[in-house]
């Protein structure tokens, strides 16, 4: 009996750390975000984005999702509020495109940055019902504004000329004046300073 029980918990032992195992396997991140250093991200094909000169606690990144450019990023903190700014070459040329490539109208944007549909709210990675939202413009560029004062928001903007999907994100702080004037800060179009 003794030697029944012995073997009787090693399989179920067996069992366990198999189990365990495959778990593991199962909970890999599709896209996962891979640290680098500006250097690495240039080299690896990324798009030059910077975090301000006042910036602290900077950390460059990259993301590459299957069948799509990589988006580039970098986190940041300017006197204590963090900041995610991130860029993808695309294919699309209206700032105002679901991510299926159908063009939203101003009147239904909000309910397609609140659903993660709207290109530039896909970008952000920022999932929130938002309070206000608004079209603006970065330098040249046509961009949308979706926030929730004091919380969560992000601005997206799409610079046309090289096809580039830009996005400045905030977890918590947020005003659209600090992502407006932030937003102008960062922002070096491709092509130079044609604005």
Known sequence: MKKFLVVMLS??????????????????????????????????????????????DVQYSYIEADGQ???????????????????QPTGITN????????????DKLVDALND???????????????SACASVDVDYCEGICAFNEGEAG?????????????SLGMDNGCTQDLLMDTANDIFVPVQGNVG
């Open 11 to 56: 399989l179920m032992m067996v069992f366990a750390m198999c189990a365990c195992g495959e778990k593991e396997e199962s909970s890999e991140v599709a896209n996962p975000v891979i640290e680098c250093t500006y250097d690495e991200l240039i080299e690896k094909g990324g798009v030059d984005i910077k975090a301000p000169e006042n910036a602290e």
């Open 69 to 87: 450019e990589m988006i580039s990023q970098v986190a940041f903190t300017v006197d204590g509020k963090e900041f995610c700014y991130r860029a």
């Open 95 to 106: 700032i105002m495109a679901n991510t299926d490539g159908t063009e939203v109208s101003m």
């Open 116 to 130: 993660g549909t709207q290109i530039g709210a896909a970008l952000s990675g920022l999932n929130y019902e938002w």
């Open 154 to 166: 992000f601005i997206a903007w799409l610079d046309v000329a090289p096809g580039i999907l830009y």
